[in-house]
């Protein structure tokens, strides 16, 4: 199943970070929260990306091409330009990395996604968000109820999407209320393709008539959870994150630190053919 992920807004709330990269490249612990959200489905064995880009495309475009690099040890040959990776972390992930446009609106570019998704049900989420729901559950409350879409329903205080709830449909839905508490737009979609259907054109917003015409067919419905959930909009929330990943409590870190894991095993294995190869050379 195609996971898609929105990576192509302009952040300008974290402006003091995206000023020479987009959102999705804002580190958490050292590592783009992209990184974490992918690793978050990964977790769950949805491992076939498509990522829409705009904003600063070429800076994920260079992360995706260099990760291996980045995340091995590397012998490298000036001489005849070679370069061996040993070890690293490498995730079995297929990544679809699409230009989008730079002022395509959040509908737009989930509809330019629609020939890498296919005629299938699919993920959505945004780039720029974390959390411990649990996506084999989701997915199973999706297939129960026969809708297009399902959103997750979160409840942090409420500045994103409401939703007015009945039996778990969504019977209203509107975009940044400004007072009032309750269920919000949380992103982590189930989605069916005939929601492209629903799309206009590159200057819709899928939180307005895309959502809202969902709503009113009673297409729409809501996987409510009450765990973490946590967006990354403002440097206070940047902060956040990154002290709950120090902490070593991160509630969204559900896979086990098999990266690390990897490097460790790399080096000593480096250093095992070094200390093998040298004990050859004294032998002879």
């Not at 992918?38 to 769950?44: I, K, L």
């Not at 040993?86 to 629609?114: F, N, S």
Request: glycine share 8%; charged share 25%; aromatic share 10%.
């Amino acid at each position: 199943m195609k996971v898609a992920i929105l990576a192509g807004g302009l952040g300008s709330r974290l402006a003091e970070e995206t000023e020479a990269k987009p959102k999705p490249m804002v580190e958490i612990g050292g590592r783009p929260i992209l990184w974490h959200i992918m690793m978050h489905y990964s977790t769950y064995g949805f491992k076939d990306f498509s990522i829409a880009l705009g904003y600063k495309a070429e800076v994920i475009k260079k992360y995706m091409v260099d990760y291996c690099s980045l995340n091995s040890n590397l012998t490298v040959n000036l001489k005849s330009g070679e370069i061996e990776t040993h070890g690293g972390y490498r995730p079995d992930w297929m990544i679809d990395l699409v230009d989008t446009g730079l002022k395509t609106q959040t509908g737009g570019r989930i509809k330019r996604l629609a020939p890498y998704v296919g005629n299938e049900t699919f993920m959505l989420t945004w780039g720029d968000g974390v959390s411990d729901v649990n996506l084999d559950d989701l997915l199973a409350f999706h297939r129960s109820h026969g809708k297009l879409a399902t959103l997750t329903a979160v409840r942090p205080p409420a500045r994103f999407g409401h939703l007015q709830l009945e039996d778990d449909q969504i019977t209203e839905f509107s975009e940044k209320p400004q007072i009032g508490e309750g269920w919000i737009n949380g992103a982590f979609f189930v989605l069916e393709p005939e929601i492209f259907d629903y799309i206009d054109g590159d200057m819709t917003h899928w939180e307005k008539e895309p959502l809202e015409r969902l709503a009113r067919d009673g297409q729409l419905m809501a996987y409510k959870h009450n765990s973490f959930w946590q967006c990354m909009d403002t440097i206070r929330e940047k902060k956040l994150l990154e002290s709950l990943w120090e902490s070593g409590k991160a509630p969204w870190k559900i896979w086990e630190d098999q990266q690390n894991a990897s490097l460790t095993n790399g080096a000593q294995r480096l250093h095992r053919n070094s200390h093998d190869t040298h004990a050859a050379s004294s032998r002879t």
